[in-house]
């Protein structure tokens, strides 16, 4: 027997006892002595076959996961909440690009990683050095000198890792 089958059952087996009831016991007692424990017996039994009173939900379509389907104050509510689970992510702010967002266990994180420019950069007799700590946004270039070759560099003298072989004056 399928559920509105039983309940329809039920709300006639109801039904009728009120009407008899009432009549033993007069209209205004009989149904509400009936009433009473039809309603707390109905309750309890609808209960024990997993229904649920859903009149006092508050749940909305966006507290419900998407693809997920829910029932609130008796009607039937499909959800479009997007969950990710991550309590797994590891990200700082200070690995998360100046100004860019990203959920870390839960939490909104505000990235603080500078964002560097690329560069050329042109070989001088003193060390260069950039700052570092931050993210490189396009190409940084090392300028070359076709003329830096062994053959024009003096014998054992090494420029930029080049060995020189020149022998002349």
């Known amino acids: 027997?399928?559920?509105?089958?039983?309940?329809?059952?039920?709300?006639?087996?109801?039904?009728?006892?009120?009407?008899?009831?009432?009549l033993l016991l007069g209209l205004s007692g009989g149904y509400y002595l009936t009433h009473t424990i039809l309603e707390k017996t109905v309750l309890t039994e609808m209960i024990d076959e997993g229904y649920v009173l859903t009149t006092d939900a508050t749940a909305t379509t966006e507290d419900i996961a998407l693809g997920k389907t829910a029932y609130s104050n008796g009607e039937l509510l499909n959800g479009t909440a997007v969950v990710f689970d991550?309590?797994?992510?590891?990200?700082?702010?200070?690995?998360?690009?100046q100004g860019k967002t990203?959920?870390?266990?839960?939490?909104?994180?505000?990235?603080?990683?500078?964002q560097i420019s690329g560069r050329t950069i042109s070989p001088t007799g003193k060390p260069i050095s950039f700052e570092g700590g931050g993210y490189l946004s396009s190409d940084l270039i090392v300028k070359g000198d076709k003329n830096l070759?062994?053959?024009?560099?003096?014998?054992?003298?090494?420029i930029f890792n080049i060995v020189g072989t020149y022998e002349g004056q």
């Open 149 to 158: 070759l062994p053959k024009n560099v003096k014998k054992g003298v090494m």
């Open 86 to 97: 991550t309590s797994g992510a590891t990200a700082t702010s200070n690995v998360i690009l």
């Open 102 to 114: 990203a959920y870390v266990n839960g939490e909104l994180i505000v990235g603080t990683l500078p």
């Open 1 to 22: 027997m399928d559920t509105l089958e039983y309940a329809n059952k039920k709300i006639i087996i109801g039904m009728i006892t009120i009407a008899v009831s009432a």
